[in-house]
């Protein structure tokens, strides 16, 4: 950070700036004026909300794509598919049992299972090629997502929140004052807030296992020189691929996460593989805080431009690509 800053102390202070404003926009009580021009406050906190926790389910799909695609460099574009296979997966084992824990359980072994078939099938096979790889998933998402939907049908499938999750939690941000000076809080749904916590305990975990662990040095010692990593004993290849079982399985948990608190139906493996892919860019390729920050700023920026200018939302997210593209190649967080 004192880094960024001494380099870049235009950008520093710009960010210190509109952090500033967020916060005041968040805890401060909004005077008439700005109501009338924004509109209310509650309508603003709750696309803020909603924009980081739909940041925690874009980084659940995006860091299995980014240890895929960032650290392995296997271009692996049918990761959408296993999105929303777990999805549907967790949504059956759901169904059946009515147990919501579980269905994360079977829909991450079953993925991971999946990703492992296609790293010993498919991308052992072209390890280096990455137009291959991008050609042959780009193929096996088209067969997958008839498959999926030969099996499941064109209908809107949504995973039952469990009982304890359901209803609102009243938060610590005043959205309003009566007229009798008594404050108005927002309330907000648990569950999401309990699935966001969820994404960062995640995140905080993979990072731990990648920068201090010896599996996450084996990884990434295997992806900058891997014939040197496997003159010292190492089985390279078993590590490729729990890493992708790894990656895949995330993106398991990640349909289960977004059929409970969105929905599952065909298309939204297209959605979320766009969305990994712009987080990445924006984040930065093998970087898990990359990833992060990427999700966050997308799913804000997705939420805001929804409420506030819906016309042009979808323009805005491909906007900050755009910019951190010309800015920034590498992404925001990237490795040098």
């Known amino acids: 950070?004192?880094?960024?800053?001494?380099?870049?102390?235009?950008?520093?202070l710009i960010i210190l700036i509109a952090a500033g404003v967020l916060l005041w926009l968040v805890l401060a009580v909004w005077p008439q004026g700005l109501e009338e021009a924004i509109g209310r406050k509650r309508v603003f906190?709750?696309?803020v909300l909603n924009g980081i926790t739909l940041g925690g389910l874009y980084f659940l799909v995006a860091?299995?794509?980014?240890?895929?695609?960032?650290?392995?460099?296997?271009?692996?574009?049918?990761?959408g598919s296993l999105y929303l296979f777990g999805g549907y997966v967790g949504y059956a084992i759901s169904a059946a049992t009515g147990s919501w824990l579980l269905s994360f359980i079977?829909?991450?072994?079953?993925?991971?299972l999946v990703g492992v078939l296609l790293q010993l099938v498919v991308f052992r096979r072209m390890e280096g090629e990455e137009l291959r790889q991008t050609m042959v998933t780009i193929g096996l998402s088209i067969v997958f997502a008839d498959l999926m939907l030969w099996a499941c049908g064109g209908d809107f499938y949504q995973i039952?929140?469990?009982?304890?999750?359901?209803?609102?939690?009243?938060?610590p941000f005043v959205t309003a004052v009566k007229s009798s000076g008594e404050a108005v809080y927002l309330q907000y749904p648990l569950v999401r807030l309990v699935i966001f916590l969820a994404s960062v305990v995640i995140g905080i975990l993979m990072w731990l296992a990648l920068n201090r662990t010896r599996v996450g040095l084996m990884v990434r010692a295997g992806v900058d020189d891997r014939d040197i990593l496997a003159a010292t004993g190492v089985r390279i290849q078993l590590v490729f691929v729990g890493v992708f079982a790894l990656g895949a399985g995330l993106a398991g948990i990640?349909?289960?996460?977004?059929g409970t608190f969105q929905s599952l139906s065909?298309?939204?493996d297209t959605r979320f593989l766009l969305a990994s892919l712009v987080v990445v860019i924006v984040g930065g390729m093998g970087s898990i805080p990359?990833?992060?920050?990427?999700?966050?700023?997308?799913?804000?920026a997705e939420q805001l431009g929804s409420v506030y200018i819906p016309t042009y939302a979808i323009v805005v997210t491909f906007l900050i690509m755009v910019l951190v593209l010309a800015l920034r190649p590498q992404g925001l967080l990237a490795r040098r």
């Open 1 to 12: 950070m004192t880094r960024f800053i001494e380099r870049h102390p235009a950008w520093a």
């Open 45 to 47: 906190l709750n696309a």
């Open 63 to 79: 860091s299995g794509f980014t240890l895929i695609f960032g650290l392995m460099r296997n271009v692996n574009l049918a990761h």
């Open 106 to 112: 079977v829909a991450f072994v079953v993925v991971a």
């Open 160 to 171: 039952a929140t469990p009982s304890w999750l359901i209803g609102p939690v009243q938060l």
């Open 254 to 258: 990640a349909g289960v996460v977004g």
């Open 266 to 268: 065909p298309g939204e």
């Open 290 to 300: 990359g990833a992060a920050l990427g999700a966050l700023i997308i799913g804000l």
